[in-house]
């Protein structure tokens, strides 16, 4: 799937392209959820700023949607896991400090601003921490 972030026709509806690759219906397999995952992936790379409304707001469905079928297919325990939970048990699991989670970001201070609850993880931070612990950038995003 390509995404593009920028409209050259005006007239032309990009959310419904967006749909047209992958429908916005429930998921109810694991290889729906693998699918709209690698959707989310790819989508995540975009930085924030430059998503479409189209974008933004497809990937916003999209991911209430993997949220569904996964916390449904998930034990009561798991699905209470937050991204932040994730983040924290695979810095001590590679033995990563708040430093190297900030310089990771692009910003050493950063890490340890997140690890505190006083920053968010953003798209652009769960698509590096995916890409850098080889998992879905939306594992991050859970809250």
């Known amino acids: 799937m390509t995404v593009r972030t920028k409209s050259k026709d005006a007239g032309?509806?990009?959310y419904l392209e967006l749909v047209q690759k992958f429908p916005l219906k429930p998921i109810r397999n694991?290889?729906?959820l693998r699918q709209a995952h690698k959707i989310i992936n790819e989508m995540t790379r975009i930085p924030e700023r430059k998503l479409t409304r189209d974008q933004s707001d497809y990937l916003e469905v999209l991911g209430d949607l993997t949220h569904v079928y996964e916390d449904h297919v998930m034990s009561p325990e798991l699905a209470a896991?937050?991204?932040l939970d994730v983040l924290n048990h695979l810095m001590d699991a590679n033995d990563m400090s708040a430093s190297d989670l900030g310089r990771l970001l692009g910003h050493r201070e950063l890490g340890s601003k997140i690890l505190r609850g006083e920053r968010e993880i953003s798209k652009s931070h769960a698509a590096a921490l995916g890409e850098h612990f080889g998992l879905p950038a939306e594992?991050?995003?859970r809250r």
């Open 12 to 14: 032309r509806d990009e």
């Open 81 to 83: 896991v937050t991204g």
């Open 30 to 32: 694991d290889e729906q």
């Open 139 to 141: 594992t991050f995003l």
